[in-house]
């Protein structure tokens, strides 16, 4: 993508681990696209050192914060507005994380102290990142936020464990901060409901193989890879999107509306 649909825009991008990380591919676009950002992610992720190889690509700085420390956050925003020369208008929320489903544990007999962290690191992050920015007015009007989210916050999928929890609320979350963003100062936030894809968040989902070629049959186009959804997100980011905001957008395939397929009942007829 050369399109520029991003020039002159200032964004953050939280979540890129490595080159399978939906939000490496999503810089990499933003930078095609004429954005420039900040990324970050957690102390701990740094140490692999992947994103920096990352930021020399897309000639951006890197600042490590722990997303569910608001003092942290606080410092991200005020250093990124100060490197990238102004307000943001572009975030990406691209965290998700469960010691539970690390750890093995069944849903049925989750350790409370693990299920608090799934639910802060994967969703209450997203309202830390909000409350933060909107109280250093951090983000232009028409600005725009995206967070990765599943369907496992609509429907069961037993294995997605308590994630299917932090979804879910990262998914209230969105409608509630993207009402009081909205009158304030036009800030849009959505979700983006992606397909299972291969990075090291989704391996580590029980039975993630077959899940994925499952889905893959169940959805008419195909599970969207995450080139495609980086597409999605610059498109999110861009001007083309300004009314739309407080939305989980299905990016799946067709997977969400799809009961059954022939290529999955002809495997019944096996
Ligand atoms: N891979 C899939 O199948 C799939 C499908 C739908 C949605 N998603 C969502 O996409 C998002 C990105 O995941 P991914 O698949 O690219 O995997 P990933 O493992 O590359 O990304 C997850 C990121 O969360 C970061 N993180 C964890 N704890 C953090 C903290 N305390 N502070 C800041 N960052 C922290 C990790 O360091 C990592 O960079 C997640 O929200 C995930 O749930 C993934």
Redesign the pocket.
């Known amino acids: 993508m050369s399109n520029q649909l991003l020039k002159g825009k200032r964004g953050i991008i ?5 080159e ?4 490496w591919k999503v810089a990499e676009q933003a930078h095609e696209a004429g954005a420039t950002f900040v990324l970050t ?2 102390p701990i ?1 740094m140490r692999m050192g992947e994103i920096n190889n990352l930021a020399e690509k897309t000639n951006s700085k890197v600042i490590p ?4 420390s608001t003092e942290d956050l606080e410092k991200l925003i005020q250093e990124s507005m100060e490197i990238l020369g102004g307000k943001i208008d572009f975030i990406l929320h ?4 469960s010691p539970n489903v690390r750890k093995g544990k069944h849903y049925t007999d989750v350790n409370y102290n693990f299920y608090g962290q799934t639910l802060d ?2 969703a209450t ?1 997203l309202h830390k990142v909000l409350a933060t920015a909107m109280k250093l007015d951090a983000i232009n009007d028409w600005g725009s936020v995206v967070a ?3 369907i496992a916050a609509q429907r069961i999928f037993p294995d997605y464990n308590d ?1 299917a929890d932090a979804k879910s609320l990262l998914e209230s979350i969105t409608r509630s901060f993207g009402y009081h963003y909205g009158i304030k100062k036009k800030v849009r936030v959505n979700t983006i409901s ?4 291969v ?4 391996q580590g989902i029980k039975g993630f193989t077959e899940f994925i070629n499952f889905s893959e049959q169940m959805s008419p186009l195909g599970n969207a890879s995450a080139e495609a959804c980086a597409d999605y997100c610059i498109a999110m980011f861009s001007d083309l999107t300004k009314y739309v905001t407080m939305q989980n957008l299905f990016h799946d395939g067709g997977f969400s509306n799809t009961g059954v397929t022939q290529q999955v009942i002809d495997k019944f007829g096996e």
């Open positions: 939280f979540g890129a681990l490595n399978m990380s939906i939000a992610n957690a992720a914060a722990d997303a569910t691209s965290i998700g994380m690191v994967s992050s990765l989210t599943y994630m992606q397909s299972p894809t990075t090291t968040a989704g």
